[in-house]
């Protein structure tokens, strides 16, 4: 189904993106992870739309196992809070991570800004870090994912606990910004 699509598709593009921005040196993998967000790029809103498109499927199955490859190399902030938000509120960690994606983006910036131009230079994006922004965002409004947590359904979550289950996920020590209790409840309230 077209939303199974989105979402597992969107999953795809965060595996790739946080592997490419994680902490550490390992240039197979940021490698892997670039092409594979270009195919997402290329595949997945008509892999949505048209859903027997084999060239689709099959583009967006070589970007999905490409993300499972890339993550050896680390994940960040948005797997660390849609661990426990899924958990905790029964939402679908694809659609999750979309919806956390923009703000661990704008909360990443000083740290990821540089590796985010050369990724959009790569996928022929203009505006380096804003393009890419952008474009993301752009790709996640026309998938229908919703705008934020409250719109995906997660009203008064218990915030402390997030944080917490947020800090202790094996994703947070990946993030390019030390994850601390304090900027995480911010970046999670900013998720709301």
Not at 19 to 35: R, T
Not at 117 to 129: E, K
Not at 141 to 168: F, K, M, S
């Amino acid at each position: 189904p077209a939303h199974i699509t989105a979402a597992t598709g969107v999953d795809a593009l965060t595996h790739l993106v946080e592997a490419y921005l994680a902490k550490g040196f390992h240039p197979m993998c940021d490698g892997i992870a670039l092409e594979g967000i270009r195919l997402i790029k290329k595949h997945l809103v008509n892999a949505v739309k048209n859903p027997t498109s084999v060239e689709d499927r099959a583009g967006m199955l070589c970007a999905s196992m490409m993300g499972a490859t890339a993550f050896q190399k680390g994940l960040g902030a948005i797997h660390a809070l849609s661990h426990p938000l899924g958990a905790m509120y029964h939402t679908h960690h694809g659609t999750t991570n979309a919806v956390v994606m923009l703000p661990v983006l704008r909360s990443n910036r000083p740290a990821i800004e540089t590796r985010i131009s050369a990724a959009a230079d790569y996928l022929g994006i203009d505006g380096g870090f804003d393009g890419f922004y952008d474009f993301v965002a752009a790709l996640i409004a026309q998938l229908e994912i919703p705008p934020n947590l409250t719109a995906l359904g997660v009203t008064d979550p218990d915030v402390d606990a997030v944080v917490r289950a947020a800090l202790t996920d094996p994703s947070a020590g990946g993030n390019p910004v030390e994850m601390t209790y304090d900027n995480t409840k911010s970046l999670l309230q900013s998720c709301l």
